[in-house]
């Protein structure tokens, strides 16, 4: 007799279900999906009657299953500062504006902040994210409350010095594989113009010695390339390659910034762009090369940033926004259509987060992450293209029922895992001093 | 005594409320509206205790009350093909989808349409629509029934000739003033490039007889200025100067392709320019010159197109796009700061829409038409700033309790006057007729 057998604990029902590979997607309807444990058992055409008792069973007539959607880039604690830099160049709104506010955070701030975003992302159909701030110990905390999926890295400046290198790698080598396997960790120095060669070089030895990623912002803007071509005749992503980050798996945030030699550079490494459209528009940051990096090989997976520039954490704002900047920047409406969007947002967010094997894909084997979608709401009617609502209509307030590693993390709407009421009391009591700047006490001055 | 005592019928109670005026915006906290029949009686400070009874209360702590969007340029049926015309570059998506599925559309096609996009509206704070579309006498009997409020005008081509005049001015002059005043009409020639000179002094007469104001597509793209310029000389800007379109109230939809000799045209004239930036990005238009054209005087308003090209009817995504388009082409973050582009949304829009008297501002003597949005939401918490939250962080979805004209058409998010269950359904069963594309039947071909 097997010692384990194959057990079917959560099933859901009667689904269309989204596909995608190289470009191209398709929708299953009415399809079943099993759960067994923390993955996918089976992905099967329903069968009309009842089904054999034992397990949980979600009924998703009308519902699109989609991956849940992965955030390969954000600061979710940031949402404390939400609404507090406006209208303000990237200068100002490092220098004025995030860096004083900093300064007020603590530990605490970090843990409230990390559940009111997971929250937020949960709501909206999200499952994972790899973020990159401080206090990550306590980050972790949220994200085991949750039951999401994080990629951890705890921020750390080049003028910190070994004491940064120590302090990232100690929390990635802690907290690697925690709750229950869901966290993963990176080391997150900030950026190739806030950390040296020396620092960026040790933080690469150290990727290696642990055999870990880096999750770094890198380029950008073009004015950072241009000051570091400047500075040190080198780009950003060469000083990057130089140091030998980029020999380890990279996360590299936003690259509005590179050179057609840098993609050139990128190309065959195991680094992968993290995309966030609205915060490039907000901040007139430029715009990626999405279509130029995607041609060259190398991942883009979706991201938000921060809910400072953002202002939110929502995924499919950015899964929309980048679609339709790609055709806007290239004048072509034909550029990023919606098979390619919908790739991005599902198969090549997982390879940029470090897990394309097990996220991203409904299909046997992949760790069971779904968000079931409600198309019923007036603006997807009549749905004659399912993918295309999904890219141009939805809204983060369609994700209906969230699961995650298995688990249901909000079913009909109604959150299992968090308690919102709670979280935003306990956030609102600390508006008045996160609201304070301390421009004394910031840890960083942009140059630009 | 007085023979027409002041009566409030509906009292808001315990909002905060948005004004704004000149590029800057307040928010009053904790404030009622009281109304009296079709307009607001007055703004004033919520007092503690019990109210004096005999109207209908709707406690709105914690919501913010904003007058309710507008959205000055739309096809609103055209929800009905929602979805079927991805990803194509503009001449395809006239010839080969829009006009070629147009020739299947019958008036109760539109009837339903117009009730489906109406309860879209309504759920997404969306109180008033100009419309430009076929079978407008059905669709004024969709807004009766929905209890919107709506500027209709029926779509006509030069190719008509004077019977496309007759058309469009006979549903004019047959409905200005219907739906109890709800309902407001203009004459509606497609577009310079599709209406010729004669046509066009034909409209104009038309609506200077009947004094009513002109609602037409113009300069929708640089490519279009280029080939009016090649063909006649003058950009279609200057052909409706020269056929005295210009002379008359006029929506001028779109505007990528004005020059700046076709601003000054536009300066000191009753023009204003409907803004739908999804359709520029989706279909790759270009960007609008939203800021020239304010700074010159020419009144700007938030407008989603039709729902084949955006693909809803979300004035909200609409406001967040155009504030963020306006920073990314600039290049800088400090354009269109958010007063501007909630003055854009509010007060412009009423201009717009030619009540700049009667709506976009919540104050007495204006009209009742007012979405309460619920800002309670993880993505607007902490709520440092409403006004930068309505821009960036708002969500259609957030529209709690909507009011047109003094009257409740959603309250709690349950939509009071049209049945969408029904709609979806009515709509559902036309959906393999109205997917089908006859290019042979199609009303006119499309030159760039």
């Known amino acids: 007799m097997d010692e384990n057998p194959v057990v079917t604990t959560l099933l859901i029902r009667n689904a269309a279900v989204l596909q995608c590979e190289s470009d191209a997607c398709r929708i299953l309807r009415s399809h079943d999906i099993a759960i067994e444990g923390n993955r996918i058992g089976a992905v099967r055409p329903t069968e009309p009657g009842a089904v054999a008792g034992g397990c949980d069973i979600v009924d998703a007539d009308g519902q699109l299953a989609i991956p849940g959607l992965i955030n390969t880039h954000a600061h979710v604690p940031m949402g404390l500062f939400r609404g507090l830099a406006e209208d303000v160049d990237i200068v100002s709104w490092f220098n004025d504006h995030i860096w004083p506010l900093e300064a007020n955070l603590t530990a605490e701030d970090v843990f409230w902040g990390m559940q009111l975003g997971l929250a937020e992302m949960i709501a909206a159909g999200v499952t994972a994210v790899a973020d990159h701030y401080f206090f990550m110990d306590r980050a972790a905390e949220a994200v085991e409350l949750a039951g999401s999926r ?119 490494r195991p680094c992968g762009v993290a995309h966030a459209p609205k915060t490039y528009l907000k901040l007139a940051m430029g715009a990626a090369p999405v279509l130029e990096l995607r041609r060259a090989g190398v991942p883009v997976g979706l991201a938000t940033d921060g809910p400072v520039s953002n202002n939110t954490l929502d995924v499919l704002e950015s899964l929309r926004l980048m679609a339709m900047v790609a055709k806007h920047e290239t004048g072509d409406p034909r550029e990023m259509p919606v098979g390619a969007a919908l790739t991005v947002a599902t198969r090549e967010s997982a390879r940029v987060y470090g897990l394309p094997d097990d996220l991203g894909h409904l299909a046997p084997g992949y760790l069971a992450d779904i968000a079931l979608l409600d198309l019923g709401g ?70 630009g």
Do not use: K, N
């Open 150 to 268: 994080a990629a951890l890295g705890w921020a750390v400046f080049g003028s910190q010095g070994a004491e940064g290198v120590r302090r990232t790698a100690s929390f990635a080598r802690e907290y690697s594989g925690a709750a229950g396997g869901r966290i993963t960790t990176w080391l997150a120095p900030h950026a190739p113009y806030t950390c040296d060669d020396d620092f960026l070089r040790a933080i690469a030895e150290e990727a290696e010695r642990l055999d870990l990623g880096i999750h770094i912002h890198a380029a950008e803007t073009v004015a950072q390339t241009e000051a570091s071509l400047a500075t040190s005749g080198r780009t950003p992503i060469g000083v990057l390659a130089a140091t030998g980050v980029l020999d380890r798996p990279t996360i590299l945030a936003h690259c509005c910034g590179v050179t057609p030699g840098d993609i050139e550079l990128m190309a065959g």
């Open 378 to 447: 007036a603006h997807h009617q009549p749905l004659h293209d399912p993918a295309a609502s999904l890219v141009y209509s939805a809204r983060a307030s369609d994700a209906r029922t969230v699961i995650c590693d298995g688990r249901l993390l909000m079913r009909d709407r109604e959150l299992l895992t968090l308690d919102l009421e709670r979280i935003r009391a306990r956030v609102g009591e600390s508006m008045a001093r996160l609201a304070h700047r301390v421009p004394e006490s910031r840890i960083q001055l942009y140059r």
